[in-house]
T-cell receptor, first 114, second 114 residues
């Protein structure tokens, strides 16, 4: 089955810095990838997604990069703010043959200092 | 549009009891998935329902079960509770539950088993 690996359990940055959170996946047939943000006491909140026919997608202050060759996914947050402090999860879809079963990484806690 | 709602938000039970958790998906969403979140195992898929049918099930014992009603609301039940069932139970909904659809999460139900 799919496994999703974590690169760093915690990332500490200064306000205004750019943050990069990384994720690795194992199944080369995976074709849908999502980043979620989870604040304390809340459920995961959708940030951005990307499909395997793309290698980059941008949102508001966030960019997701997908490298299918090395099965690596990253989330870049520009001008990080204290409100960005949370746990960030990457999740991988099952591939075209599966229903909506997501496999999650363990998460990276982003700590933003003012 | 209202988000995914889950009730109750907090529950305390004792070993051996059973518990029922409820999830109301986003209006128009017909797929509901359940996940268990623990510090040790992270987010793990439990099962997914669409049109009152369970389409997919994760690797959990038979004590974990669920159902979906005609209005897409879903319940999950855990019988004969064990200490290890203490977790945050998250419900997510999507339109049709296909492999490349975004899932939106509720706030979760935090279950403590004593």
């Amino acid at each position: 089955g799919e496994s999703v690996g974590l690169h760093l359990p915690t990332l500490s940055v200064q306000e205004g810095d750019n943050s990069i959170i990384n994720c690795a996946y194992s199944n080369s047939a995976s074709d849908y990838f999502i980043w979620y943000k989870q604040e304390s006491g809340k459920g995961p909140q959708f940030i951005i997604d990307i499909r395997s026919n793309m290698d980059k997608r941008q949102g508001q202050r966030v960019t997701v990069l997908l490298n299918k060759t090395v099965k690596h996914l990253s989330l870049q947050i520009a001008a990080t703010q204290p409100g960005d402090s949370a746990v960030y999860f990457c999740a991988v879809g099952p591939g075209f043959s599966g229903y909506s079963t997501l496999t999650f990484g363990k998460g990276t806690m982003l700590l933003v200092s003012p | 549009k209202a988000g995914v709602t889950q009730t109750p938000r907090y529950l305390i039970k004792t070993r051996g009891q059973q518990v029922t958790l409820s999830c109301s998906p986003i209006s128009g969403h017909r797929s509901v998935s359940w996940y268990q979140q623990t510090p040790g195992q992270g987010l793990q898929f439990l099962f997914e329902y669409f049109s009152e049918t369970q389409r997919n099930k994760g690797n959990f014992p038979g004590r974990f079960s669920g159902r979906q009603f005609s209005n897409s609301r879903s319940e999950m039940n855990v019988s004969t509770l064990e200490l290890g069932d203490s977790a945050l139970y998250l419900c997510a909904s999507s339109l049709a539950g296909t492999a490349q659809e975004t899932q939106y999460f509720g706030p979760g139900t935090r279950l403590l088993v004593l």
